[in-house]
Each structure stands twice: as C-alpha cells, then as structure tokens.
C-alpha cells in the first residue's frame, strides 16, 4: 500500500495502482492532454472510497510508501486501462503512423 496524496487528500492505494497512476499522470502532463481516472482507495476514517482523479499538465500528485496491513482495494481493471494507454502511446511515439493519439481514444 501506498500513501497518495492530491490536494488536501491523502488515500491509501495498492503499489501498482499508485505507481501506474503516477506514470500515467507525467505521460498526460508531457503530453499536454487530460483524463480522468476513477479508483478505488482507502479514505482517512478507514472506509473504501471511489476517487476520480483529473490528470492534465497542472496535477500535483505524491506518492509515498505506507506501512499499512490493509488489503489492496482491487483496481485491475483501471491498471490494465492506465498501462494499455500507456503502451499505445509508447508504440506511436515509436514511430506508428496513426493520425490520433492514444491518450484521445475514448
């Protein structure tokens, strides 16, 4: 578990949904485009809370370790989201002659 912190916010999340949000986050911000991401996280009272993130070029994300024993709250599915973008956008700036980007794809 990871400590994330946006804003005055600061939630418990899984390592690969915090590091993967983390990379998300500066491949938005180099790109100069903007999404949203909702996970599931562990709010201050210890209770599970959906949270969507505003990803752009202005966010301030901090993600820090965390001692916590709680449980990962499952968010398989918006990791394997964050990383097919994220390796679409590796494949285009490769060289792939697709007219849109990625990061534009609904």
Same mark, same amino acid.
């Given at each position: 578990?990871?400590?994330?912190?946006? *804003?005055?916010?600061? $939630? !418990?999340?899984?390592?690969?949904?915090?590091?993967?949000?983390?990379?998300?986050?500066? /491949?938005? =911000?180099?790109?100069?485009?903007?999404?949203?991401?909702?996970?599931?996280?562990?709010?201050?009272?210890?209770?599970?809370? *959906?949270?969507?993130? $505003? !990803?752009?070029?202005?966010?301030?994300?901090?993600?820090?370790?965390?001692?916590?024993? /709680?449980? =990962?709250?499952?968010?398989?599915?918006?990791?394997?989201?964050?990383?097919?973008?994220?390796?679409?956008?590796?494949?285009?700036?490769?060289?792939?002659?697709?007219?849109?980007?990625?990061?534009?794809?609904?």
């Amino acid at each position: 578990m990871k400590h994330l912190t946006m *804003a005055d916010k600061s $939630l !418990l999340i899984g390592d690969e949904a915090a590091d993967t949000l983390m990379e998300y986050a500066a /491949l938005i =911000a180099r790109s100069g485009t903007g999404d949203t991401v909702t996970l599931q996280a562990i709010g201050f009272d210890g209770s599970e809370v *959906a949270v969507t993130f $505003l !990803l752009n070029s202005g966010t301030v994300l901090l993600v820090e370790s965390s001692e916590s024993s /709680l449980p =990962a709250p499952d968010n398989g599915e918006q990791v394997a989201r964050m990383l097919e973008r994220l390796r679409a956008f590796d494949a285009s700036d490769a060289g792939d002659t697709e007219s849109r980007s990625p990061l534009q794809e609904g």
